[in-house]
């Protein structure tokens, strides 16, 4: 036979240049079968080399291989000797390097040998092994076959026998072009590495088959390809073969026959045994993530190529949706979704005829629809040309008839509590042996489990995406501009403890232009928390709504949560700021302190104030606390999550809060996320996350216009004639006629039900206009359905028409009723004011 320069006769295992007899039997032996890194570790332990060798698999991944396989001759010393050994008729010891020096890269080249092993249940384990260099772009840089010697024993031989005769064997590579059925062995080649991609695995192949298939050798006569074929030895034939060639007699004939029976019913239960381990072997790989795209993957991964050699997944919509459980059994109009396609053909072959994400229904007459309409398996053993067709005819434009025909087909419903959630399409090569009813039993017991497996992920995205829908509908759509201040915001779930939780934040618009910045936390995690955070954030902007100061607002909201029940209890953070006035009043629930950032200078500090307790304890007194700001001044909200790590005092992680706010940003947006990104590294985050910054940018005094109106009905006509100097005086005066409109009919309705007080009207010029009208009476007004003949009632449907928006409020002295109007976007107006207003940076 000829080799290449690489494989010399001198070498351990060499092949003897003469040619294999054409009915030599392949023989078929467990295999262990073990792949080592470039470090020396394990990356790859077969459930042969468990068996073997002893360890399992969990234990030797990532172990160094020469502490998992002492062998002894192998390893160095003692090598084996005798008749026909490699090739020596002299039984002189071999030359070459052993399984050590391949295990510690030393070899360039195939090397085979056989050594002997201490074990200490079956005494000296005599072991047959074949070593392959690797070269690629992955980690795997050495693949090692080895057998127990032993599996070459008579069945059911006393110990001992058969030695002289085993013996003979040597491990030895040849051409697997040599033997009868070449394409077969190479085709069955890759079921050795079951837990490898089809990438990683044919290309391990490839190099198998150029460096030479493993063998054994009886002779330079007589040799046999090692053939994995579950790992089930099959001797039957070769023993047969054995006594017709020593000459047996009938009674030699009726033993062997009686033994071969045996045999085979050994075989078969081991052959059992085998898919048992297996399917549990696939157990264990798959659901290591309840994420449905990377269950659905490990599923796909496990069966090709052990198993199969194409794998084709489709779940129904619902089910990649996140959905609920589908409704009703599937027809022909169900649409399914084809999410993974797995095989070992060459690359590229199936992606743009079946390509991933691609949506179909299945006619009656196919088998697909069998199957999931039964939700039973089905098993085709050969694809003939015309049901090739009939499938193909489905695929527009495309011809995947070449792909299928002649293949071997086995199609598994996807199941879980008895709702066929999708299916999987099986495919074996032609050369490779069809399915048959063991097959059928193995995959639907692997579709079991795997739809168990896919329900559990589904089931998780379902509530994962009822749980997100919930907290954004609870989360608040905060405009980035107010008056008077600029506002960004971030959430975050926790990553570890549930994708929803019990932080909130808020900012609410409050009466004379000033902003409430609202930040909390509800004590816990999952849907409680988050609807008990959705009650008490409704809580507070209902309280804000009539302009209740930051302490007591606090304190009703105390109240409120110890109605609710026992387990309300949140932190929470209340602030009102005044951008005419230049300062914020803060009142603290047990909440952790804000950060001020100050433009003057950039120095930020945390703030100062009265602790408080956490709403919900009751009894506990809270405080509000003044703070003077500037313009360009930036305040810092946040909850714990930001700034607490386990086993670490939260100062720490507050000190850090303030020292990254400090930092200059280009955007309040791009300031957040520096925070996020500097804190969120400390020690991993489990707790969710809420953060918001607000750069109190202030109204400049020039921009606001305050007068009193007596509480007479001609007032209106005065209120008029105020406005339209003040805009002529802002260059406004676009937009005199729509505002006189409007305050003369909010300033109407305000003398006409204030008592013994003034009526106040005030103007302030920002982004739009914003006109405020108070008096001192609690009464609300309420928007009318006028008649053609009534006299009132048709005041607030003009403003309701004209204003961008408006709103009512009740004051600790009466109510304020207010409208925003848009203004025109002159250059002049846009020049002077978009220092305050238009710019963003932080």
């Known amino acids: 036979m000829e080799r290449g320069p690489s494989h010399g ?43 073997l060798f002893g360890p399992a698999r969990e234990e030797a991944v990532g172990t160094p291989a020469v502490d998992l396989m002492p062998v002894s001759g192998a390893l160095g010393e003692d090598e084996w000797s005798g008749p026909g050994w490699g090739g020596d008729p002299e039984g002189e010891r071999c030359n070459g390097p052993g399984l050590e020096a391949s295990l510690g890269g030393r ?207 489709y779940l129904r919509e619902q089910v990649v949706a996140g959905e609920g459980f589908p409704d009703g059994p599937p027809d022909a109009t169900t649409m399914w979704h084809r999410v993974a396609v797995e095989h070992n053909d060459e690359p590229g072959r199936w992606d743009d005829v079946v390509p991933v994400g691609e949506s179909m229904p299945f006619p009656v007459h196919t088998p697909f629809f069998q199957c999931m309409t039964t939700g039973e398996p089905v098993l085709i053993p050969r694809i003939s040309e015309e049901l090739g067709n009939a499938i193909a005819a489905q695929f527009e434009k495309r011809d995947i008839s070449p792909l299928i025909n002649r293949r071997s087909l086995l199609v598994v419903p996807l199941k879980a509590r008895n709702v066929v959630l999708g299916f999987m399409i099986l495919l074996r090569h032609p050369e490779r042996m069809e399915f048959n009813d063991m097959d059928r039993v193995t995959g639907a017991e692997l579709a079991a489990r795997a739809g168990l497996v896919l329900d559990n992920a589904r089931m998780y995205t379902y509530q994962e995406n009822v749980a997100e829908t919930l907290q954004d509908s609870m989360l608040p759509h905060i405009e980035p501009r107010m008056a008077g201040c600029d506002t960004a915001t971030r959430y975050l779930p926790g990553t570890r403890l549930g994708r929803v939780g019990g932080d909130w934040f808020d900012t609410i618009k409050l009466p004379g232009s000033r902003t409430a910045l609202v930040v909390g936390d509800v004590m816990g995690h999952g849907l409680n928390s988050a609807a008990m955070m959705g009650q008490l954030r409704t809580a507070v902007q209902t309280m804000a709504a009539i302009d209740m100061h930051p302490a007591q607002l606090l304190r009703s909201l105390d109240d409120l949560a110890q109605r609710l029940g026992d387990n309300y209890l949140a932190t929470c953070l209340y602030a009102v700021y005044d951008p005419i006035g230049q300062q914020l009043t803060i009142a603290n629930a047990g909440h952790i302190p804000p950060v001020l950032v100050r433009a003057v200078d950039g120095r930020s500090e945390l703030l100062e104030l009265p602790t408080g307790a956490p709403v919900g304890v009751g009894g506990v007194p809270f405080e509000a606390v003044t703070v003077p700001v500037a313009a360009g001044d930036r305040l810092v909200l946040c909850t714990d999550g930001l700034v607490e790590v386990r086993g670490e005092d939260i100062g720490v992680g507050l000190a850090a809060l303030a020292e990254s ?108 206009l914003l006109c405020e009208v108070s008096d001192d009476d609690h009464a609300l007004p309420q928007m009318l359905s006028a008649k053609d003949d009534d006299e009132f009632g048709r005041g607030l449907r003009v403003v309701s028409r004209l204003a961008r928006e408006w709103g009512t409020s009740r004051t600790a002295t009466g109510k304020t009723v207010w409208f925003e109007q848009n203004l025109p976007r002159t250059g002049s107006d846009w020049s002077r004011n978009g220092r305050t207003r238009g710019s963003n940076t932080a």
């Open 9 to 51: 006769d001198d070498r351990v295992g060499a092949v003897p240049r003469v040619p294999a007899p054409r009915d030599t039997v392949p023989g078929r032996i467990p295999l262990a079968v073990v792949v080592v890194d470039a470090d020396g570790l394990v990356s790859h332990w077969s459930t042969g080399a468990r068996r």
């Open 107 to 313: 070899s360039g080249y195939p090397t085979a040998g056989r050594a002997r092993m201490a074990d200490v249940e079956r005494g000296t384990v005599d072991i047959l092994w074949w070593a392959y260099p690797l070269v690629g772009p992955g980690a795997e840089r050495l693949l090692v076959l080895a057998a127990d010697a032993a599996q070459l024993h008579g069945h059911g031989e006393a110990e001992g026998a058969g030695t002289e005769e085993d013996e003979r064997f040597a491990p030895g590579f040849a051409l697997h072009t040599d033997f009868e059925g070449s394409e077969v062995l190479a085709a069955q080649l890759p079921q050795i590495l079951p837990s490898m991609s089809p990438q990683e695995s044919a290309r391990i192949v490839s190099q198998v088959l150029e460096l030479g298939y493993p063998v054994l050798e009886i002779s330079q006569q007589e040799r046999f390809p090692v053939t994995p074929d579950w790992g089930v030895p099959r001797r039957v034939e070769r023993r047969a073969r054995l006594l017709r060639a020593a000459g047996g007699t009938e009674a030699d004939a009726r033993t062997a026959a009686e033994a071969a029976a045996e045999l085979e019913s050994d075989l078969e239960y081991a052959a059992v045994r085998e898919r048992l381990e297996f399917l549990n072997e696939v157990s264990g790989r798959i659901g290591s993530s309840l994420d449905l795209s990377h269950t659905i993957q490990e599923v796909s991964e496990a069966v090709v190529p052990r198993f199969t050699d194409v794998a084709g997944t």
């Open 661 to 768: 706010a400090a930092h200059p940003a280009a955007s309040m947006d791009d300031a957040c996320d520096a925070i996020i990104r500097a804190l969120n590294v400390r020690g991993g985050r489990k707790d969710d996350v809420a953060l918001l910054m607000a750069r109190l940018n202030g109204i400049a005094h020039e921009d606001v216009a305050e007068w009193r109106l007596a509480i007479e009905a001609r007032e209106a006509a005065r209120a008029r004639r105020l406005v339209r100097g003040q805009l002529a005086r802002w260059g406004l005066a676009a937009a005199s006629e729509t505002a006189e409109l409007l305050v003369s009919e909010v300033v109407t309705n305000a003398v006409r039900h204030a008592h013994t007080q003034h009526v106040l009207l005030r103007l302030v010029r920002t982004e739009a």
